[in-house]
């Protein structure tokens, strides 16, 4: 049954592959130079609400030589349909993208500098963003100077279609298996046990009414 879950994923990945080819991550290598912070993102975007996706970044170069002729790119890919496709995301980006735009931006990024960049799209009217059903998708928002990439950061992107009807409340547990302390006879086996603890279990009575 792996076997056969193993090929089908396989399938549908190059079947992603080949119906976006116009839509391939960006080829050139990044500068070692400038990094990127999330400086602040759009908590989530809705149909029902503001279906715009804004992403702030700071760019720092901490090289000597200055970069002008800004871009921000966003690269969107297909929703995750697994926690570990979430995971493996965050450090590895979305492996194939069903959405690219790369938006000029005013500017230059001197030496020993940081700059603040801003992109905005409206998901609403993105092609590959399921409008309807809510989705999370992996996405990659990059620098680039005269279009070569030199920094990129992922980031999650919420997409809601529906209003939620009633909040929800999540809980979580643990089931830890405690080792045995005591023996059949009741004698303590365990060396490692805390000794106030048996000192307390051997003060316990039955309490008479």
Do not use: C
Request: aromatic letters at 8%; charged letters at 15%; hydrophobic letters at 40%.
């Amino acid at each position: 049954m792996r076997t056969v879950e193993r090929a089908v994923r396989a399938l549908l990945v190059i079947a992603i592959l080949a119906f976006i080819v116009p839509f391939g991550l960006p080829a050139p290598a990044q500068s070692t130079a400038v990094s990127l912070t999330l400086l602040s993102q759009s908590p989530w975007s809705a149909r029902y609400g503001d279906p715009r996706l804004t992403v702030s970044i700071v760019a720092t170069n901490f090289g000597t030589t200055a970069f002008g002729h800004l871009s921000v790119g966003i690269s969107i890919g297909p929703h995750y349909e697994t926690v570990v496709g979430y995971e493996s995301s965050l450090e590895e980006g979305p492996s194939s993208t069903v959405f690219q735009t790369v938006q000029p931006v005013q500017g230059r990024l001197e030496p020993n500098t940081s700059t603040t960049l801003k992109a905005s799209i409206d998901l609403s009217k993105v092609t590959g963003i399921d409008q309807t059903d809510n989705q999370v998708y992996p996405a990659r928002v990059d620098v680039r100077s005269n279009g070569s990439v030199l920094a990129s950061l992922t980031t999650p992107v919420l997409y809601f279609i529906r209003r939620p009807e009633a909040p929800m409340l999540l809980s979580s547990w643990i089931e830890l298996a405690p080792t045995i302390a005591f023996g059949p006879d009741g004698r303590l086996v365990d060396t490692g046990f805390p000794r106030h603890w048996s000192i307390r279990r051997s003060e316990q009575r039955p309490v008479t009414p």
